[in-house]
Nanobody
Framework: QVQLVESGGGLVQAGASLRLSCSAS???????MGWFRQDPGKDREFVAV???????YYEDSVKGRFTISRDNAKNTVYLQMNSLKPEDTGVYYC?????????????????????WGQGTQVTVSS
């Protein structure tokens, strides 16, 4: 079982940058690691995923602004967020699922993830 802890959220102005971290209690080398965002009263939305081989996939609205990366030696996943916009506001969750080599479409589905962190709040003011 993997326990995930996110950090790095905060309140920033539009155009600023934040780097989120997700630290895992166990080895993550065989896991696909995803980031999701949730607004109050809404479902969790896919933001980005990185598969076990290190290949990323992004939701269209964050392409070119966000970068997901992983450091298996540290059991940590990162989400570098640049040029932040007010619509990026939300609680950001890190999630893990065993990567069997499925398509990115499957890896973007929240229901396929087995482990979740507690979330970190990101607020972008205009």
């Amino acid at each position: 079982q993997v326990q995930l802890v996110e950090s790095g959220g905060g309140l920033v102005q539009a155009g600023a940058s934040l780097r989120l971290s997700c630290s895992a209690s166990g080895r993550i080398s065989t896991y696909a690691m995803g980031w999701f965002r949730q607004d109050p009263g809404k479902d969790r939305e896919f933001v980005a995923v990185i598969n076990r081989e290190g290949s990323p996939y992004y939701e269209d609205s964050v392409k070119g602004r966000f970068t997901i990366s992983r450091d298996n030696a540290k059991n940590t996943v990162y989400l570098q967020m640049n040029s932040l916009k007010p619509e990026d506001t939300g609680v950001y969750y890190c999630a893990a699922q065993v990567d069997y080599g499925g398509s990115y479409i499957l890896l973007s589905l929240s229901q396929r993830y087995d482990y979740w962190g507690q979330g970190t709040q990101v607020t972008v003011s205009s």
